[in-house]
């Protein structure tokens, strides 16, 4: 794709650390991946679940996606808190600061900095979170087996 609109997409050009996800070197690769399909309404949060489009696509979407790049990246998970008491989670890898679901705020400017770290045990306790999780793994293992 090329034409990124997420924070920090200039820095996501870290390399992957697992071979997991043949086709997936760099966190842009695997925004295009995850924007041709993979993120949709079942893996988004079911709170947010009604403002889910195809045009907002990454709404909702903030923590698995979050694990998922830890998952291929390395790096460390922070959260941004948010209204009502929650977190938006996003991506630290080797100094690289960037965040995947960052456009489901439009123009809203969050800010990258002094956030705490968040946990996949924090996060997976709520069931509904980890299965949301594991099937976002699982549409990628399938695409990346899709592609030539």
Not at 3 to 19: D, K
Not at 86 to 91: F, L
Not at 135 to 148: E, I, M, S, Y
């Amino acid at each position: 794709m090329g034409n990124y609109r997420f924070y920090g997409w200039e820095q996501a050009t870290v390399p992957a650390q697992s071979g997991d996800y043949p086709g997936i070197g760099t966190p842009q690769q695997l925004y295009d991946v995850l924007a041709g399909g993979i993120w949709q309404a079942d893996t988004c949060a079911p709170r947010l679940r009604d403002g889910w489009s195809e045009d907002n696509r990454t709404l909702g979407q903030c923590s698995i996606t979050a694990f998922l790049v830890q998952d291929i990246f390395g790096g460390r998970v922070y959260g941004i808190l948010r209204p009502g008491g929650n977190y938006h989670c996003y991506n630290v890898v080797d100094g690289h600061v960037f965040d995947l679901t960052s456009e489901q705020f439009g123009g809203e400017v969050l800010s990258y900095q002094d956030n705490p770290e968040q946990f996949r045990e924090v996060h997976f306790a709520k069931e509904e979170k980890r299965l949301r999780y594991e099937l976002l793994k699982a549409r990628l293992r399938d695409a990346v087996r899709r592609q030539p």
